[in-house]
Structures are given as C-alpha cells and as structure tokens.
C-alpha cells in the first residue's frame, strides 16, 4: 500500500534552515509527483511546491521563491523540502502528499504524510 | 490566487444525521475541486476529487456535487468515525489553495 513517511519533529532557532524528508513505499516513486503542504497554528492548509522526482524539476509557490528548496534522492525513494531563514511565522506542521497524476501534476492529491512539526523558538 | 471559503466553520451533529457542508471558489474551477477529511494528530486523508468523483475506498456515503464556484460535500448518515475536520482544495490553477474547514463535532 502506499505509504509516506515523514522525518520527526525539529525545533530550530529563526535564522536556522530546515529539512524535512519523506519517504515513499508502495508505488513507483519516480512515477508521481510530491507537493509539499503546511498549517501554521491557527492557519489554513497553505500550499508550498511540488517536485517531479523522475526529473527534479519543481514548482515554488510565489510566497516561498528564494526560500525554499525541494529535492529528491531516487535511491532512497525519498524527497526532501528545505526551508531556509526560519522565522516564527515558519512554525507549522509540514506534509509531503502524493499527487495523483501518473507522471504528471493534476493537483489532486490523493495520499498524505503524518506531518511533521517544525517549531522555530530562540 | 483563487480564494476558497466553507461553511459553516463547524456544525453538531448526532450519529445518524445527514451533513452537507459548502465551499464556495472566488472565481468558476469547472470541477476541479477535492475534499479531505482530516482527524486530530493524523495525516490528512483524500475523499472527493473532481468535485464528486471518490478516492479509492472511500465508502459511498460521501458525496460531492457542484461545478464553476459552489460545492458541496454531503454526509448521508453520520457515523462516529466521521466526526472530523473537513477541507476542500481547487486545483483549476497554482498555487492550489484550500478551504478553512468545516469541524464536524459530536451534539
């Protein structure tokens, strides 16, 4: 069955960097694409990117451009979601979710990671 | 970015009871709409995508309808393993964006 299983939770000071990894089992992992989502406390799921782990190419959402960095090991089957200049606003549970087009992007996801909590605190 | 907004925020309901909650898109996404149910501590779990079509093993009492910018998801007979947050999500454009949720709490 398919399964996504995140890194466990971080604490990091703000200015810090970040990384998150999530690894793929059940499926082809070069076969479809990963997005990266977030919650901030009290916010809304908040879409990051995603990353096509055949290619590596990826696409930022514009709030996270120069920010944040998605990469892959095909190896390992696991990609990985870097945010770097952590600030406080950056404390969230952060997902790696499956999208559901074969070798493409539809934007439709249909497998999610547990999370992973990211706390930025001096 | 398209804005998308549920309601209500949160409803009670009793086991047995049919729910229908709504999520409306600032701007028509023909179908391409998805709906999550997410419980506490939990990943996220995919229901509906292109606005009624069900995720795999998903059972039939959820239900999705509408098209261009009002949606709605409906809950034929609520069971206590229902009770949960529920979030609707456009993917008509990047970046994609989601609904505030709707929690659906024990009466």
């Known amino acids: 069955q398919v399964q996504l299983v995140q890194s466990g939770a971080e604490v990091k000071n703000p200015g810090a960097s970040v990384r998150v990894s999530c690894k793929a089992s059940?499926?082809?992992?070069?076969?479809?694409?990963i997005h990266w989502v977030r919650r901030a406390p009290g916010q809304g799921l908040e879409w990051m990117g995603w990353?096509?782990?055949?290619?590596?190419?990826?696409d930022y959402a514009q709030k996270f451009q120069g920010g944040v960095t998605m990469t892959r090991d095909t190896s390992i089957s696991t990609a990985y979601m870097e945010l770097s200049r952590l600030t406080s606003d950056d404390t969230a549970v952060y997902y790696c979710?499956?999208?559901?087009?074969?070798?493409?992007?539809?934007?439709?996801?249909?497998?999610w990671g547990p999370g992973t909590l990211v706390t930025v605190s001096s | 970015d398209i804005q998308m907004t549920q309601s209500p925020s949160s409803l009670s309901a009793s086991v047995g009871d049919r729910v229908t909650i709504t999520c409306r898109a600032s701007?028509?996404?023909?179908?391409?709409l998805a709906w999550f149910q997410q419980k506490p501590g939990k990943a996220p779990k995919s229901l509906i995508y292109?606005?009624?079509r069900l995720q795999r093993g998903v059972p039939s009492k959820f239900s999705g309808s509408g098209s261009g910018t009002e949606f709605t998801l409906t809950i034929s007979s609520l069971q206590p393993e229902d009770f949960a947050t529920y979030y609707c999500?456009?993917?008509?454009?990047?970046?994609?964006?989601f609904g505030g949720g709707t929690k659906v709490e024990i009466k």
């Open positions: 979710a499956r999208d559901w087009g074969i070798e493409t992007d539809t934007g439709i996801i249909d497998y």
């Open positions: 999500q456009q993917y008509k454009s990047y970046p994609l964006t």
């Open positions: 990353i096509n782990p055949n290619t590596g190419v990826t």
């Open positions: 701007q028509g996404i023909s179908n391409s």
């Open positions: 059940g499926y082809t992992f070069t076969a479809y694409f």
């Open positions: 292109a606005a009624s």
